[in-house]
Nanobody, 115 residues
C-alpha cells in the first residue's frame, strides 16, 4: 500500500500559477502510471493529468496546454505545474495511481482561484 501526501495548493488569482507536489511513501518508479485528479464541490473526481513510467503524458482537453505533470522517481514525488489558473480549476487536487485499482486517497491540496 502506497500513501500519498499532496501539497502546494493555495488561494490565487486568475492567470497565476501553482506547482503541486505529491510525496509517495514508497518508490513510485515501478508503478506503471501516476495521475493527478481533482474534485470540485458537487462534482465527481476527474483525471487531469497522467504520466506513464516511460514518460508519456496525457491531459484532457479542458487542461491541455496549461497543466504539466512530471515525476522525480529518486524523490518518490509527483508534480503538477498549473499555469494560467481559471476559476473553474478550483478543486481539491489528489494524486494516485492511474492504472489499476486506486490506493487509498490522501487528503489532497486545495486550489482556489478567485479575483
Amino acid at each position: 500500500q502506497v500513501q500519498f501526501v499532496e501539497s502546494g495548493g493555495g488561494l490565487v488569482q486568475p492567470g497565476e500559477s501553482l506547482k503541486l507536489s505529491c510525496a509517495a511513501s514508497t518508490s513510485i518508479f515501478s508503478l506503471p502510471a501516476m495521475g493527478w485528479y481533482r474534485q470540485a464541490p458537487g462534482k465527481q473526481r476527474e483525471l487531469v493529468a497522467r504520466i506513464h513510467k516511460g514518460g508519456s503524458v496525457y491531459y484532457p482537453a479542458s487542461v491541455k496546454g496549461r497543466f504539466a505533470i512530471s515525476r522525480d522517481d529518486g524523490k518518490n514525488t509527483l508534480y503538477l505545474q498549473i499555469n494560467d489558473l481559471k476559476p473553474e480549476d478550483t478543486a481539491v487536487y489528489y494524486c494516485n495511481i492511474a492504472v489499476g485499482p486506486f490506493y487509498s486517497w490522501g487528503q489532497g491540496t486545495q486550489v482556489s482561484v478567485s479575483s
